[in-house]
Structure formats: structure tokens, C-alpha cells
């Protein structure tokens, strides 16, 4: 089945720093792929997503390129803050309507 | 309205009870969903609907748990009988379609603790 396999953390950076989470995807079909953001004690928000390969979603300083070959939407922002503090996940969906989530991966940015 | 509107916000039962939680989609979408985030970041698809109508329901546990989305009310999720496994945040979304590249937004979850 349809499967999201993203880096574990929890990923501890400082202010400024660089930060890559890595995702890899297993689907049937050119599913969409999204990045959804946790922070503390809120639902989930949209960050990016992508619906077709090459594509790039872009927002909040955050960017993630669909990548068919590798089957990866690894999610990068060049500098970090400590308000991007939050758990990040990973999400495809084949039909646009069920998301299938990986496990999150905790960011912790120190200032 | 402009955002899913989920209550409870919290929500504590006893073994044995029922718990009953309500979504208000955002307004002019018709499609629903209710997954179910356990072990803090685990989640599970639940149950979807297309207005009033169940659209998908592989993900709802056959026993205890229903779900209802009628015409001019929030939709809502119960859990009959709660087990100490039902804890957990259940997050209610919604889409204005089911079409490529829809876009699914969430409310900010109903946290059920069952002691």
C-alpha cells in the first residue's frame, strides 16, 4: 500500500541554521505530496505541497521538490527560527482525499 | 465559516461512556474527514463524507464508533462503550472537492481522554 517514511527525530537546531527533513514515499500512481506543520498545542496546517513531479511548493521561507526518480520530498528552509518550533509531517495522497501521514518528525530550534 | 471548527476542545470520559464530538466544516465544503492521531504523532483516517453521504469508511473500527455528517448540522463522530485506547486527538478536515490537488484543511482537533 501507499506508504510516507520521513527521518525521526526529534532535530534539534540552532537559530539560523539550515534544516532538511527528509521524506521518501512508496505509491501506486503520481499521488500529491504535502507537508503539514504541527506547532504546539494546534492542529494541523498546510505548509506546501506538490501535486506532480518537479514540481516545488514553496512557502514560509520552506521548500520541497517533487522528486519521481527518488521518490522524495525532502522539506528544507535555509535559515531557521525559533517560531518554526513545531512537528513536521510529511503526507501523499493517491486520491486526494485520504492522506496517508508518516510519523512526524519534532523540530526543536534554539535560539 | 472560514476555518473547521471542531468541539470539545477537550474531552474526558470514563471507561464505558460515550463520547460525542462535532465538526463544522468550512463553509461551502463537501467533503468531511475525521482521522484519529494516537502515540502523539501517529495517524489513522477514519471515516469520510461527500455532503451527507459516507464516502469512504475503511478506516472506522466496525464496533462502538459512528459517525454522521446531516443537512444544516455539525457533523459528529461517537464512540459508544470508550476504551482507554480510544484516547486520543481526533482532527476533523475538509475540501470544497475530492478532485487532483485538492486541498484538505484541518481543525484543530478534539483531545478525548478516557480514564
Known amino acids: 500500500g501507499d506508504s510516507v517514511t520521513q527521518m525521526e527525530g526529534p532535530v534539534t537546531l540552532s537559530e539560523e541554521a539550515f534544516l532538511t527533513i527528509n521524506c521518501t514515499y512508496t505509491a501506486t500512481g503520481y499521488p500529491s505530496l504535502f507537508w503539514y506543520v504541527q506547532y504546539p498545542g494546534e492542529g494541523l496546517q498546510l505548509l506546501l505541497k506538490a501535486t506532480k513531479a518537479d514540481d516545488k511548493g514553496s512557502n514560509k521561507g520552506f521548500e520541497a521538490t517533487y522528486r519521481k526518480e527518488t521518490t522524495s520530498f525532502h522539506l528544507e528552509k535555509g535559515s531557521v527560527q525559533v517560531s518554526d518550533s513545531a512537528v513536521y509531517f510529511c503526507?501523499?495522497?493517491?486520491?486526494?482525499?485520504?492522506?496517508?501521514f508518516g510519523a512526524g518528525t519534532t523540530v526543536t530550534v534554539r535560539a | 465559516g472560514e476555518e473547521v471548527a471542531q468541539t470539545p476542545k477537550h474531552l474526558v470520559r470514563g471507561e464505558g461512556q460515550k463520547a460525542k464530538l462535532y465538526c463544522a466544516p468550512i463553509?461551502?465544503?463537501?467533503?468531511v474527514f475525521w482521522y484519529q492521531q494516537v502515540l502523539k504523532n501517529e495517524f489513522k483516517f477514519l471515516i469520510s463524507?461527500?455532503?451527507?453521504?459516507?464516502?469512504?469508511e475503511t478506516g472506522m473500527p466496525k464496533e462502538r464508533f459512528s459517525a454522521k455528517c446531516l443537512p444544516n448540522s455539525p457533523c459528529s463522530l461517537e464512540i459508544q462503550a470508550t476504551k482507554l485506547e480510544d484516547s486520543a486527538v481526533y482532527f476533523c478536515?475538509?475540501?470544497?472537492?475530492?478532485?487532483?490537488?485538492?486541498?484538505?484543511?484541518f481543525g484543530e482537533g478534539s483531545w478525548l481522554t478516557v480514564v
Open positions: 463553509k461551502g465544503h463537501s467533503y
Open positions: 463524507f461527500q455532503n451527507e453521504n459516507v464516502f469512504d
Open positions: 478536515a475538509s475540501s470544497q472537492s475530492s478532485g487532483f490537488g485538492n486541498t484538505i484543511y
Open positions: 503526507a501523499l495522497s493517491p486520491n486526494d482525499y485520504k492522506l496517508s
